[in-house]
């Protein structure tokens, strides 16, 4: 099964760290956290003002530890198949702050992908179809993940991808 996902974070060009995760799978399931141990006067005025802004309420149950995030992501992403795969748009910090939850790669759970497949990268070899616009929201690590979903399938419908991974036009 894929799963399309996106992370928002604070970086520093030498720590990344989680805000939040949201992950959409092809099935429509849904998966949304954010972090209760991030530091938020580490974040630059962008962080601030995009993403910080747009969190819910810190009451709210959405609201956990990394450890928590981290047993349910993978319990999430793994009840339905053995080998999930992972789908971001510029993904490589995403998968940076995904395998970070364990600490760092090698602590990943071996059945967790060691890589996230690049939705621009796939965007651009399917020649640039027109993608659905930006939704009101963007930013939020959830909406951002519904809405690869939704690229990934403006590709699909010039370039599909089967079950192993091949290109078909």
Same mark, same amino acid.
């Given at each position: 099964?894929?799963?399309?996902?996106?992370? /928002?974070?604070?970086?520093?060009?030498?720590?990344?760290? &989680?805000?939040?995760?949201?992950?959409? $799978? /092809?099935? $429509?399931?849904?998966?949304?956290? %954010?972090?209760?141990?991030? #530091?938020?006067?580490?974040?630059?005025?962008? %962080?601030?003002?995009?993403?910080?802004?747009? @969190?819910?309420? !810190?009451?709210?149950?959405?609201?956990?530890?990394?450890?928590?995030?981290?047993?349910? %992501?993978? =319990?999430?992403?793994?009840?339905?198949?053995?080998? !999930?795969? @992972?789908?971001?748009?510029?993904?490589?910090? #995403?998968?940076?702050?995904?395998?970070? @939850?364990?600490?760092?790669?090698? =602590?990943?759970?071996?059945? &967790?992908?060691?890589?996230?497949?690049? &939705?621009?990268?796939?965007?651009?070899?399917?020649?640039?179809?027109? @993608? !659905?616009?930006?939704?009101?929201?963007?930013?939020?690590?959830? %909406?951002? =993940?519904?809405?690869?979903?939704?690229?990934?399938?403006?590709?699909?419908?010039?370039? !599909?991808?089967? $079950?192993? $991974?091949?290109?078909?036009?």
């Amino acid at each position: 099964m894929r799963y399309f996902y996106d992370t /928002e974070f604070i970086e520093n060009g030498t720590t990344i760290d &989680l805000v939040s995760i949201g992950i959409v $799978g /092809e099935d $429509g399931s849904e998966y949304y956290a %954010v972090s209760t141990e991030f #530091d938020s006067t580490k974040a630059n005025a962008w %962080v601030r003002e995009n993403v910080l802004a747009k @969190l819910p309420n !810190p009451q709210d149950s959405v609201w956990k530890s990394k450890d928590t995030i981290r047993d349910e %992501v993978h =319990a999430f992403i793994t009840k339905r198949v053995a080998r !999930p795969e @992972l789908w971001a748009w510029v993904g490589a910090y #995403d998968h940076v702050v995904f395998a970070q @939850l364990w600490g760092d790669m090698a =602590a990943m759970p071996k059945n &967790l992908p060691r890589f996230t497949h690049e &939705l621009k990268q796939y965007w651009e070899i399917a020649g640039r179809p027109s @993608l !659905p616009e930006s939704p009101d929201g963007n930013h939020d690590a959830l %909406v951002d =993940a519904r809405h690869n979903l939704e690229k990934f399938k403006a590709c699909m419908k010039v370039m !599909p991808i089967d $079950g192993r $991974g091949r290109a078909h036009r």
